[in-house]
């Protein structure tokens, strides 16, 4: 893609449970859009009721990209997905298409717009405890020469009995697939190839939480238990980053005999929650954005401002 090209796009946003999907399917209907999925679960496959996927049927309807595109036992790094965005935004313009973005995982979305994040950059508790697995194995200076051979830069700032921030350096890198010195140099941050709207939706916390608890029981009840149990019986590891996501955690503990079904069930509601106000702290930063309250404004209403306001940003973008 050219560097040059700035595509106009609209990126629906906000928590977990607020109603993203049914807008982003019905905007694009209308738009002659494709959705670029951007949730950091559902690029795998296999995992489809505890990632809430979009059914084959509507992806029929409406082409997605970026879902069910990595098995469970790969690493998808964000430099994977912002790759494969702009390749999927490049097909979608090519075909006269309009560019639609949809999903709750916010460092993708800063990723691919804003470029460096510094202390916003994610951190997984089980690459980092296999990490350190390595430092007890190899001792402090043993695994800072790991380092220095993989970003020189960063170790010639840090110690050698700087383990701890040896060890985020290296989980950057395997969580990434860039190094931490590439992440904090912004000149080596490429300008974005896109003139981005976000539609943020929220709801009042309660309301969101009585539609989250909803939904994760409405999941077991599809099925979420038995999906799981396929997934480990087709030697897919616990311990793989695509199972160790909330919900599918708490269903591994259940099958272990660890945990009640009812225990799993509200430890699921209750990380749920969780991840909704984390997504919030950080969408409340996104900008530009319009939010919309969808307590108070009425679906049909929502889906005329909304078209409105995409309408004319794809119309001013591409002037």
Request: glycine fraction near 6%.
């Amino acid at each position: 893609m050219k560097e040059m090209t700035r595509i106009p796009v609209i990126s629906i946003i906000g928590p977990t449970a607020v109603g993203k999907t049914k807008l982003s399917l019905d905007l694009a209907e209308e738009l002659d859009a494709e959705i670029i999925s951007v949730d950091s679960r559902q690029v795998y496959r296999y995992l489809d009721i505890g990632t809430d996927k979009v059914s084959i049927e509507e992806r029929r309807e409406v082409i997605h990209h970026l879902i069910d595109i990595a098995d469970p036992d790969e690493i998808f790094t964000v430099m994977d997905f912002i790759e494969r965005a702009k390749e999927a935004a490049e097909r979608i313009v090519k075909r006269g298409k309009r560019v639609l973005f949809a999903g709750g995982t916010p460092f993708y979305y800063k990723s691919l717009f804003d470029g460096t994040i510094h202390s916003d950059l994610p951190s997984d508790p089980e690459v980092r405890s296999l990490i350190e697995e390595r430092l007890l194995r190899r001792g402090k200076e043993g695994l800072y020469d790991e380092l220095k051979k993989i970003d020189p830069v960063t170790a010639s700032r840090l110690h050698p009995n700087d383990s701890r921030r040896v060890v985020r350096s290296l989980e950057i890198f395997e969580l990434t697939g860039k190094i931490a010195s590439w992440w904090y140099d912004k000149e080596n941050q490429p300008s974005s190839c896109f003139n981005n709207l976000y539609i943020g939706l929220e709801r009042p916390r309660p309301q969101l939480y009585e539609r989250i608890s909803e939904r994760v029981r409405e999941q077991f009840n599809k099925g979420y238990v038995e999906e799981v149990r396929w997934l480990l019986d087709n030697s897919f590891s616990e311990k793989n980053p695509s199972m160790q996501g909330f919900g599918y955690r708490e269903i591994i503990e259940y099958l272990k005999g660890s945990i009640s079904l009812e225990d799993a069930i509200l430890s699921d509601i209750r990380a749920t929650k969780t991840f909704s106000r984390r997504q919030m702290t950080w969408f409340r930063k996104f900008s530009p954005i319009m939010w919309y309250d969808t307590s108070v404004v009425s679906p049909g209403d929502l889906h005329v401002q909304v078209i409105s306001m995409c309408k004319a940003h794809y119309e001013e973008a591409s002037a």
